[in-house]
């Protein structure tokens, strides 16, 4: 069981060994967490980040300058980062392996588009597999279904993943259903859900969904902590 807690959006705190893993930083554009979530109390040991859109690293500056950790993303966003006068980056690519502490995060394939908030390249879009002793999991970063999935599946065993289900930019419910067992897990933790109107999804509906699909959602609320 790791604990996790919910920043709205894409955003999570993952505690693993003994270790803070922040996702994809987006608080400070968020409207749904004002009066909830406070930046300056966020302090990750290291912060991931899936791609270059304004919804994913928002608030990488602060939370890494704030931390001093390593920000750890695709060569193309660790360079952005350095720019941003974060020094403390490790880039990587689709792929690629690096253990931090017990800790290996590898780096898959991502089926989206990636620009920085200026509009400027920013490489391609990526997820994670994050396991080490005792645990696995999947964070699909913004993606379509793609059957690189399943290649997840033949490597890790996923004891839950982190999914997409606002369709319209990215996969939807019941695509993400499909991806859970693309990747062979039963535990969902729904992302990317109701932070604009395009993605807003019916609660019930969605739970429903997953339900008759033999597998297990969690709707996290903003703020909230809780264990998978």
């Excluded at 270790?19 to 909830?36: H, M, S, V």
């Excluded at 300056?40 to 791609?51: M, N, R």
């Excluded at 490790?90 to 995060?105: A, K, L, Q, S």
């Excluded at 379509?144 to 033949?154: F, N, P, Q, R, V």
Aim: with cysteine.
């Amino acid at each position: 069981m790791v604990n996790i807690t919910y920043y709205g959006h894409s955003t999570f705190m993952v505690e693993v060994n003994g270790k803070k893993i922040l996702f994809d930083p987006f608080i400070t554009g968020n409207e749904a967490t004002k009066g909830i979530i406070n930046l300056l109390e966020i302090v990750p040991d290291y912060i991931l980040l899936s791609h270059g859109h304004e919804d994913h690293v928002l608030d990488v500056e602060m939370i890494a300058k704030q931390s001093h950790c390593p920000v750890i993303a695709t060569f193309e966003v660790a360079n952005w980062c350095n720019k941003k006068g974060i020094d403390n980056t490790i880039p990587m690519n689709i792929g690629g392996t690096i253990n931090r502490e017990g800790i290996n995060i590898k780096m898959v394939n991502a089926v989206h588009t990636s620009s920085f908030p200026d509009g400027s390249y920013a490489g391609v879009p990526a997820g994670f597999v994050i396991s080490w002793e005792g645990g696995c999991f999947y964070y699909s970063g913004d993606t379509a279904l793609h059957y690189d999935m399943k290649l997840i599946a033949e490597k890790f065993n996923i004891d839950f993943a982190f999914l997409c289900l606002g369709d319209h930019f990215t996969m939807g419910v019941q695509d993400a259903i499909k991806a859970a067992g693309f990747v062979n897990t039963d535990k969902v933790i729904g992302m990317h859900f109701d932070t604009f109107p395009p993605i807003e999804i019916d609660h019930k509906k969605t739970v429903d969904a997953f339900k008759a699909a033999g597998l297990t959602l969690k709707l996290p609320e903003i703020g909230e902590i809780f264990s998978a």
